[in-house]
């Protein structure tokens, strides 16, 4: 069984950073596209950014230059650094991938940027 596993996510002071990483476990297949997305109370889930397996990669506007990501396709895992945290950032983040003509979500992990 597929699975995404998040991990980083916590308690950061506005200016701070994190790193978020997703791997992907019960597999034999590379993820075409992986990406995160992430869900503020009382809004829509939005991408926050996207890579595929050749390294192509989009940002959401609102994180451009202070967002990163990268993936390790060996590893199946992506990874989100992020810096200039704002309290604006503040969300639960979802960790998302396509392969085989499926789609599959992580369970979320909360970032919390204070002021």
């Known amino acids: 069984q597929v699975q995404l596993v998040e991990s980083g996510g916590g308690l950061v002071q506005a200016g701070g950073s994190l790193r978020l990483s997703c791997a992907a476990s019960g597999t034999i297949f590379i993820p075409n596209l992986m990406g995160w997305y992430r869900q503020a109370p009382g809004k829509q889930r939005e991408l926050v950014a996207r890579?595929?397996?050749?390294?192509?990669?989009s940002y959401a506007d609102s994180v451009k230059g202070r967002f990163t990501i990268s993936r390790d396709n060996a590893k199946r895992t992506v990874y989100l650094q992020m810096s200039s945290l704002k309290p604006e950032d503040t969300a639960v983040h979802y960790c998302?991938?396509?392969?085989?003509?499926?789609?599959?979500w992580g369970q979320g992990t909360l970032v919390t940027v204070s002021e």
């Open positions: 890579i595929t397996s050749a390294g192509s990669t």
């Open positions: 998302n991938a396509f392969m085989a003509n499926r789609e599959y």
